[in-house]
Structures are given as C-alpha cells and as structure tokens.
C-alpha cells in the first residue's frame, strides 16, 4: 500500500510536467513506470487517441519487447464513431473476463497480443484521450478489486495529462494558424499595394516603376535610421504609394511636356492632398501612410506643399519619402533632362539640405549609399 501511495505523489508531480512539458513522451513513459512500479506489472503500454487520425499512437511501452514495438503499432486506426458510442458520457472503466466493453475488446484486438491482460480506455470529460494497456502481474497472481480500483485512479490521472497535453498542442495549432492567416491577409494587402503602384505608374509615360523604386529607397533610409522592421516595412509601402493621388489627376496634365502652365501645375499639385483622402479610410497595418503620401512635397523651409509645414512639422516617415522621391526622379531619365550620377544627385541633396531636404535623412541617404 506505501509503495501505491508513492506511486500517487509521483504522479501528481508527473501530472503538472505531462501538460507543461516538450518532452512529453518521456513524461508518459516515467508515468507508465509508476504504474506498473506499483503493482508489479511486468509489461505496459500507454496510448494516445489523436482524433485526427483517429487512431491510437503508443506512446510508451515496457516489457513486450519485439511483440510490441511502437513504430509498427503507432498508429493503429480506430473507429472514431464507435469510439464516440463508448465513451460519451461513460466514465474509464477497467476490463473484466465476464463483461469486457466493446472498445476494450477492439483496443485488445487493435493491440493483438496475448499478453495483454487489461485494457484501460482513458476518458476524461467523456471524451477518449488515450488507453492503457497492462500484461499480467509478475508474480503470476490475477488482479484484486483493489488492483483494479488503483489502476482506475491511477489511469485517471494519466488521462488528464493526456487531456492537458491535447489542449495544450490545440492552442498551439491555432496559435499557428492565426500566424498563417495574418501572413496570407498581409500578403495580400501588400500584392494590392504593388498592383496600384503599377496602376500609378502607369499612368505617367516617364516613371515606369517608379513607385516601386521609391519604395525601394525610403526601405533604405530607413533602415539606416535604424528603424525597426515593422517600420521600415510600412515606410516602403508609403512609397509605394506615395503618389497614388495621380489617379485622379488627368492623364494630360501629368504627361504635359514641361514647363507645365501655372493652371496645370495646381492641378498636379491637388495630387499628395489627393492620396490622403484615397488612403485615409484604409485600415492601414501602419497607421502613418495616409500622412506620408500627403506630406510627400512638403519641404523643412516650409515652401512645400499642400500644407506649407515647417521642418518640425513634417513627420519623419514623409520626409524619408520625400527624399526617396527625388531621388529616383533625379537619377532617371526625364523627358526634360537626363539622369544625374548618384554621386551629383548626393552632392546636391547636401547643398539643399535645411531646405528642400531633411539633413538628417540626407546624411543617412548619404551613408546607405557611399
Ligand atoms: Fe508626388
């Protein structure tokens, strides 16, 4: 009796490991060996019910040697549904000569070999988490009430584990899988922003990828600004589309051969405004990209537009986009001029800086590139 009173204390201990654990097939086996340390089995085996699968997977065994080697037997299908009409609402109940239950006698079956003397199905909240199966005791003596009053408990307690450790795996798969969906809707989210970066573009025979581009260097700037990856992604997106606002502007106006009258310039320049209202009622995965597009032309001394903001007023992210913007217009071919080196396109930015350009987004440009 002392020896199955240890046997409890041991498994109450096993009990809190089995849920917590990631070795949890090591826990089952140590708990298997409580069981059968207690009673004086000398063969055992532990199964666990995946409802997946529908099968029982052994996930411990002792004493059956090449007669039970869990790899053939891991996975042994079981009939869900019957496995349902046994077990639902019916509480674990222990084998007998006289009246074995139906799912014992198909576990026995599932499990062919005589050396299996008991058969447990583990039920916790009326549900099949698992089984266990036990050889004879090893002095040769046939199992008392009280033997099979101690394996009930002691099952008991195992199925729990077994319970905990389902829940636990189940948590885990949706953790996985609500990751997934986010990715898939990110993925999503950043296809469309592409696919209107090309419908930006195309609207303007000059710019040819040139959103893509401005993304490109804003991810840069960024970065080199030691923002972190959920910014930087969000600053490369407000560069994709920083100009979406040209959507709504006639394609005459932005392909006018340059210089371009006062009447169409205010027009073109109706564009960042423009973007704003277009992006503003986006749930955006990050929340700046409206302000970005609209503040895309504003300049630290405060003759940009649309809203003339001073260099303080102007966020970060825009002025990152600014530049970026500039920058590719700069050294790519216009029908008006030709495209610059980097290394002329950087030295001027150094000249304008304070002015049309932020000097500390200009230096880390400058460092990115250099
Ligand atoms: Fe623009």
Known sequence: MRKVLHAFAALADLGEEIAETNDFEEMVRSALHVVLGALGIRRGAVAEFEREASALRVVATRGFGEAFPPEVS????????????HTNGAGPHISSSQGVSRLEREIKGLFACGEVEVVMPLVVRGELVGAIMLGGKARGDSFSTEDREVIRSLGRHI????????LLREVERRAVENRKLYEDLKA???????????????????????????????????????WSEEEVEGIAIAGYLHDIGKLIVDRDIINAPYPIDAKKSSELNRHPAAGYEILRPIKHPFADIPLMARYHHERPDGRGYPDG???????????????????????????????RSFVEVLADFRRNAGQQFSPAVVAALCRALL
């Open 309 to 339: 903001l001073k260099d303080e007023e102007i966020p970060l992210g825009a002025k990152i986009v600014s530049l970026a913007d500039s920058f590719d217009a700069m050294t790519t071919d216009r029908p008006y001029r030709r495209r």
């Open 159 to 166: 199925g729990v584990g077994l319970h905990n450790h389902r």
């Open 74 to 85: 891991s996975l042994l299908k079981i009939d869900s549904a019957h496995a349902d009409a």
């Open 188 to 226: 999503i989210y950043k296809d469309t922003v592409r696919a209107f970066a090309v419908a930006i573009d195309c609207k303007d025979k000059y710019t040819q990828g040139h959103s893509e581009r401005v993304g490109k260097y804003s991810e840069i700037i960024a970065r080199e600004l030691g």
